[in-house]
């Protein structure tokens, strides 16, 4: 009889790839991908842009209708893919394919991460791609990437932040099969 070994996740998981994810931040910040829809005309188009960057980073998309994370086009897209809420609940939980994340103090973030603001009103709104964090990471050394506004190298501190959420991508699960 043969025995079976159980595989510890850590070695089922891909590395995400920061640097991938923040050079195609720094392409594509002041420009649109003609490969995806701009939702600039549609209440913003930040979580589409750190979503293709995660993606970038993380080449693995989550088919699972409703609760997974893709793009196949205009109205072939998961919620998470182009809402802020969606994206959260998605890196958050996920334990499927496709990048995942926890939630973190600030001083865990990297590049290449994931922060979600709330700027006036009482729920995140706003997501921007972390591009690099200094020294070791703050308010005044975060900077970032973002679209709905345009931005690069941007600082986190140049905010009007209410409140804020730092996601930390821990690591991309294969496709299955």
Same mark, same amino acid.
């Given at each position: 009889m043969r025995h079976i070994r159980h595989i510890p996740e850590e070695a089922c998981r891909l590395e995400y790839n920061r640097h991938k994810a923040?050079?195609?931040?720094h392409r594509w910040a002041y420009m649109r991908n003609p490969l995806y829809m701009d939702f600039s005309g549609m209440g913003g188009d930040c979580t589409n842009f750190v979503s293709?960057?995660?993606y970038a980073g993380a080449p693995v998309m989550n088919g699972t209708p409703t609760y997974g994370w893709y793009y196949y086009g205009p109205e072939n897209r998961a919620p998470a893919w182009s809402g802020v809420k969606y994206f959260h609940r998605f890196l958050i939980s996920n334990q499927g394919p496709g990048p995942y994340a926890q939630e973190v103090d600030i001083r865990e973030i990297q590049p290449g991460d994931v922060i979600q603001l709330a700027t006036v009103e009482r729920d995140f709104h706003h997501m921007v791609l972390v591009v690099s964090v200094g020294e070791e990471p703050a308010f005044h050394t975060i900077r970032i990437a973002a679209h709905t506004d345009d931005a690069d190298n941007? $600082? $986190? @501190? @140049?905010y009007p932040i209410r409140m804020i959420r730092f996601l930390h991508i821990v690591g991309v699960r294969p496709q299955k099969g």
């Open positions: 923040v050079e195609y931040a293709q960057c995660v941007r $600082l $986190l @501190s @140049s």
